[in-house]
């Protein structure tokens, strides 16, 4: 059974940092995605940050640039370093695994910046 405990969550305020983590148990292949997305109230789920496991990182265009993805060396852990906040990154963020064709969420994190 696949699971994912996340960490990281708060409240800063605008132009403050945060650093999300992501942590994979069970089985799973090493051939995997892993990434972050979030939902904030009234809006649809996006995808923030996605890196596979060759390390290729993709994100959306309203974080490149103050928002890094990457794993630990256990490579079943990855992190989010969210840098420059914004009051628009305040969501619950969500850890997602993608192997074998499945797909698994961890229990979201909540993320508000103060102006």
């Known amino acids: 059974q696949v699971q994912l405990v996340e960490s990281g969550g708060g409240l800063v305020q605008a132009g403050g940092s945060l650093r999300l983590s992501c942590a994979a148990s069970?089985?799973?292949?090493?051939?995997?995605?892993m990434g972050w997305h979030r939902q904030a109230p009234g809006k649809q789920r996006e995808m923030v940050a996605t890196?596979?496991?060759?390390?290729?990182?993709y994100y959306a265009d309203s974080v490149k640039g103050r928002f890094t993805i990457s794993r630990g060396n256990g490579k079943l852990t990855v992190y989010l370093q969210m840098n420059n906040l914004k009051p628009e990154d305040t969501a619950v963020y969500s850890c997602?695994?993608?192997?074998?064709?499945?797909?698994?969420w961890g229990q979201g994190t909540q993320v508000t910046v103060s102006s």
């Open positions: 997602r695994l993608l192997v074998g064709g499945a797909e698994y």
């Open positions: 890196i596979s496991s060759g390390g290729s990182t």
């Open positions: 069970g089985s799973i292949f090493s051939t995997n995605f």
